[in-house]
């Protein structure tokens, strides 16, 4: 029977695989059995500090089995964990991934003072007002009125856009690029078919919704391709 604990080598440094078919108690005493062999191997050796990343596989570890895992470690001086990695999603991290591509759609007023953040794509319906902050992590289409400060991207994702009419907003933000519509002329570039975006050369910039395969061809694909002039 193979072991329950193996080593790998991998391009970043050392990954211990735990069979996810084997025993909690088989687990546990064939990661220390590997650790033990791994001290003899190294004490001949220059001492030096291992990281190791842990794969459960498709069995997720509760707080209490990674608390055990972690107290072997503590063990031996030498030898940590860099993190404990699996193949199985948790309904935290469902939750995320189904927030992320997820467009919601937002009617409500943001008062000078309040923040909204929101994760995912947003068709925002509503008013920001001038010092009212609307932040999203994906990409937001506007149809309301917007005075404030929007963000795509957020905190720090530039390949996102801003679609629609926000010629009247305090500061456009996309990623970390941002532009303060008073100080320029950018808002007479904008109009209810307009997209801002990031460009190649890292500057916030601005098309039509005409141009969406030349300014974003991969997302241009996502939506299949055709735009409606």
Sequence with gaps: MPEAAVLKGTKDGYEIILNDKAEYDEIFKSLTK????????????????????????????????????????????????HKINSDVVTKEESAQIIDQKTVHVIDRVIRNGQEVNVTGDVLFLGKVHEGGKLLVTGNLYVIGEVKGIIQAGFPNVED???????????????????????????????????????????????????????????FFNQIGGIING
């Design 34 to 81: 590997l650790l033990d062999n791994l001290k003899t191997q190294t004490a001949s050796t220059t001492p030096q500090k291992i990281a190791f990343e842990i794969q459960t596989q498709r069995r997720l570890f509760n707080a209490q089995e990674r608390s055990e895992i972690e107290q072997i470690f503590s063990k031996y001086s030498d030898f940590s964990i």
């Design 160 to 218: 996102k856009m801003i679609f629609g009419d926000v010629h009247n907003a305090q500061q456009i933000r996309i990623g970390e690029q941002f532009e303060i519509l008073d100080d320029t002329k950018s808002a007479d570039k904008i109009n209810s078919s307009s997209i801002a975006y990031v460009n190649a050369l890292h500057v916030l910039d601005y098309g039509n919704v005409e141009d969406l395969n030349q300014i974003n061809p991969k």
